[in-house]
């Protein structure tokens, strides 16, 4: 494979990655290398590879062709400078936070973040001696500066956020961790597994590593695991020898392969769902059904003028709203859709459905899940592909029957 760095827009670079055939490959899609095993040319070639002194295949698990060029492509995509794939988004972020943090250290999290990882920092990492303090809302400064201290390792945020399509602005954040650094630099970890490369760049805004769980709009089909972390190199050369070398949270090569087929279409896909989900959404704002719609996209949304300011091409297409009524309407509305799925994955082809406050935000105290506008009411949809119009008439009949 040959490796060169290419200034294409984000369209061109989506199809076409980093890759080049060669002479003797000739293959227009890069090949899915399934060794476990690499041989070296020397015993000192294979002792600087193991020192990391030069760059090279060691073993599957740890490096893979077909992985690395998931890797580069999305590091060309999210304008950082390397990545680092693992087999979940999941496996990212506690991969990332083994990294940065160890016994007696602090981190600050927005509250505005999916449940599992919600759930990992405030119930996991006590456990491990690590204290994770939480802001409700993380466009408030306030709440961050009362809780960063000369323990705090990281800042973590999600945006938009799930389930209800909160954005938070970045100009804020990169302002407190320079108010953090009189104790040291403070690193931003993002969470932009809802906007994609398409709709957001967080490093372009000060964010100094972003977090993909490309199982979700990178795959976009709901048939490949995934998740990646970016930012410099010098982390991600760390995160690789270091924690990643001795857990192996890898990516295998055919989830790699598939993901990198599945970017050559996220350009399109990702403008299909958002042009979904603003007509999908304006709908329900206006059904007598409904009582609010959480939707970033909306001109009289509270976070309207930082979409303008720091999204592109869209808001995404994962938003909720609260059925009028209490949460038997809510149930009763998701058990009667027909064409739309109930499913814990989102960023899929298929239009899904789910009841956050039961699922995938059950580990959020009922305080909080207030707090952060997930009620009883409250349902989750993640716009698909299909017709809006075939959506919308599902939508109706089930709203009909509550």
């Known amino acids: 494979m040959e490796k060169k760095r290419i200034g294409f827009e984000k369209e061109t670079i989506a199809v076409r990655g980093l890759w080049r055939p060669n002479e003797k490959e000739r293959s227009l899609i890069p090949p899915i290398q399934e060794s476990t095993a690499f041989w070296f040319k020397n015993s000192l070639e294979a002792e600087r590879l193991f020192a990391s002194e030069e760059e090279g295949l060691i073993y599957g698990p740890i490096t893979n062709d077909s992985v690395s060029y998931f890797e580069e492509k999305m590091a060309a995509l999210e304008e950082a400078e390397a990545g680092l794939a693992t087999s979940t988004g999941m496996a990212a972020i506690s991969l990332l936070t083994k990294y940065l943090v160890k016994e007696g250290d602090e981190i600050v999290s927005s509250k505005k973040v999916y449940g599992g990882t919600f759930h990992l920092f405030s119930e996991f990492l006590p456990k491990q001696g690590i204290k994770a303090n939480f802001v409700e809302d993380p466009n408030n400064p306030g709440e961050w500066l009362a809780r960063i201290n000369y323990k705090t390792k990281f800042l973590f945020i999600e945006t938009p956020t799930n389930p209800n399509s909160d954005l938070v602005d970045f100009l804020l954040l990169k302002n407190i961790a320079k108010i953090g650094q009189k104790y040291r630099r403070i690193p931003l970890i ?39 972390i970016l930012g410099k ?7 690789r020898r270091g924690i990643f070398r001795e857990t192996r949270p890898s990516m295998t090569p055919e989830n790699a392969a598939k993901l990198n087929k599945s970017l050559e279409t996220l350009p399109l896909r990702m403008k299909a769902h958002c042009q979904n989900a603003l007509k999908i959404a304006s709908h329900l704002k206006n059904h007598p059904k409904v009582e609010r719609v959480n939707f970033s996209g909306f001109s009289d949304s509270p976070y309207y003028d930082l979409a303008q300011k720091q999204m592109k091409n869209g808001v995404g297409a994962l938003f909720s709203f609260d059925v009028k009524g209490e949460e038997e309407q809510a149930r009763k509305f998701l058990d009667s859709l027909e064409l739309i799925y109930q499913a814990a994955n989102l960023g899929d082809a298929r239009t899904l459905a789910i009841h956050p406050a039961t699922t995938t935000h059950q580990y959020v105290d009922e305080e909080s899940k207030k707090n952060l506008g997930i009620l009883e009411t409250t349902v989750r949809l993640s716009i698909g592909l299909e017709s809006w119009i075939d959506i919308i008439n599902d939508i109706n009949q089930a709203l009909d029957k509550i």
């Open 190 to 228: 993002v969470d932009s597994t809802l906007a994609t490369p398409m709709l957001l760049n967080p490093i372009q805004y000060g964010a100094d590593f972003v977090i993909h769980s490309a199982t979700k709009y990178i795959s976009g089909n709901g048939s490949a695991f995934g998740g990646i």
């Open 233 to 239: 190199k010098y982390h991600i050369d760390e995160l």
